[in-house]
């Protein structure tokens, strides 16, 4: 058998899926403030569908990771329970509406999440950190944000998030994936998906 593959090595593995997800123009757009406010606005519901995907699809994997990696993923999950109540509360401010039916890329994302129920435990804690890791690197590409989007910058790169995505490191090493890479570069390419979505919208 070949070594396992510690998750931090997978970005390197794969450097051009990993900027075109974490390097996204949408990011760069929100930094210097060219972003469309349709776009964003796009953006924000369509996000607000992804953590309700995710928080569900995380509840399904706390019932079946080992031991040391639940608390990780408990905490994580109150942490996705807040989030969604955080986007209700910029969803009622900026006058959208969180009832607007998934586009594309989220849907295919939420399929991508439901497969990986059927996946072994490693490979699905190997997506969750990948989508985690994902977010926490494109959002500090984002820093510190453009005049109206400081607060979503700040959210997403809080010292806290980064603690977080550690834990899910080590949760992650702890139960190796048969096939890292392949999970890692799936769930990279719904990422730079996702955003290439919001931006298209504009
Ligand atoms: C698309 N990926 C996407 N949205 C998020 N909120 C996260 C990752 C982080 O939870």
């Given amino acids: 058998t070949v070594a396992a593959v510690p998750v931090t090595d997978l970005p390197s593995r794969h450097p051009d899926a990993w900027r075109a997800a974490t390097r996204h123009a949408f990011l760069g757009a929100v930094r210097d403030g060219t972003i469309p406010v349709a776009a964003f606005d796009t953006w924000l519901v369509q996000d607000a569908r992804f953590v309700a995907d995710l928080l569900r699809f995380q509840a399904r994997l706390l019932a079946r990771v080992p031991r040391p990696a639940q608390a990780v993923l408990a905490g994580g999950l109150v942490a996705l329970v807040d989030e969604l109540a955080w986007f209700e509360e910029q969803a009622a401010l900026r006058g959208l509406d969180l009832g607007t039916p998934a586009l594309p890329a ?37 820093r510190p944000g453009a005049e109206g989007y400081h607060a979503f910058v700040e959210h997403w790169t809080q010292p806290g998030f980064a603690d977080y995505v550690a834990g899910l490191e080590a949760a992650a090493d702890g139960v190796p994936a048969p096939d890292a890479d392949a999970v890692f570069t799936e769930v990279v390419a719904a990422e730079t998906a996702f955003w290439a979505m919001a931006q298209d919208s504009a």
């Fill in 106 to 142: 989220t849907a295919a994302y939420a399929e991508l999440l439901g497969r990986l129920d059927d996946a072994d435990v490693g490979t699905a804690l190997t997506a969750l950190w990948t989508i985690e890791r994902t977010y926490l690197d494109a959002w500090s590409h984002a």
